[in-house]
Nanobody, 123 residues
Framework: QVQLVESGGGLVQAGGSLRLSCAASGRTFSPTMAWFRQAPGKEREFVASISWSGGSTLHADSVKGRLTISRDNAKNTVHLQMNSLKPEDTAVYYC?????????????????WGPGTQVTVSS
């Protein structure tokens, strides 16, 4: 089992920045980690994923150049640096982990999920 806990969410003005963190505990070897988000009234959507080494990342087109995923395996953490935030980035952000396998844009491919952290961007 892997337990995931997100932190770093909050309220920020448009154009501002936040840094989300996801702390993993338990059986922490997870080849692929990812961030998803769910806005009010919408389905959960893929944001970014990262391989075990950190050498391979994927970012949704809507966040490329603004949101960046990274990981620190020594600390069992994954981060999402969020810059130039827009009101449409408002959502609950979830950290996810796969037991095996490469990056996937599909939430069903991920085995473990955190409870989420709220990000609100005001205009």
């Amino acid at each position: 089992q892997v337990q995931l806990v997100e932190s770093g969410g909050g309220l920020v003005q448009a154009g501002g920045s936040l840094r989300l963190s996801c702390a993993a505990s338990g059986r922490t070897f997870s080849p692929t980690m990812a961030w998803f988000r769910q806005a009010p009234g919408k389905e959960r959507e893929f944001v970014a994923s990262i391989s075990w080494s950190g050498g391979s990342t994927l970012h949704a087109d809507s966040v490329k150049g603004r949101l960046t995923i990274s990981r620190d395996n020594a600390k069992n953490t994954v981060h999402l640096q969020m810059n130039s935030l827009k009101p449409e980035d408002t959502a609950v952000y979830y950290c996810a982990a796969r037991r095996v396998g490469m990056s996937s844009l599909t939430e069903g491919a991920y085995d473990y999920w955190g409870p989420g952290t709220q990000v609100t961007v005001s205009s």
